[in-house]
């Protein structure tokens, strides 16, 4: 098999946090990499999992921008940016 090096830098941890995973799954983190690029070649797109929950922050933030989209405490949606400016100018900013 004719074959190419890649060279990436990460942060060491993450090396070794994904080799340990790859190691639990039965794959090399090499395979596992140069599955992701065949994906990646093949579909032209960029896919991840959002596997992981969100924060607490994250969600409070979240909660609190849904509370004031009900309450009418956000800004309208616009159809162009000259809009959004004059919007802006209204409200003094």
């Known amino acids: 098999m004719n074959t190419a090096v890649i060279n990436i830098k990460t942060e060491p941890e993450v090396k070794i946090e994904a080799q340990k995973i ?7 983190l090499s395979s596992l990499i140069n ?14 999992s ?11 933030v979240i909660k609190k921008a849904r509370e004031n ?7 309208p949606v616009f159809d162009n940016v000259g809009d959004s400016f004059k919007w802006l100018q209204k409200q003094g900013i």
């Open 50 to 60: 959002a596997r992981e929950e969100p924060s607490a922050y994250l969600k409070a």
């Open 69 to 75: 989209r009900r309450q009418g405490k956000s800004s």
């Open 22 to 28: 790859a190691r639990e799954l039965g794959v090399s």
């Open 35 to 48: 599955s992701f690029l065949k994906h990646f070649v093949k579909t032209k797109k960029i896919t991840f």
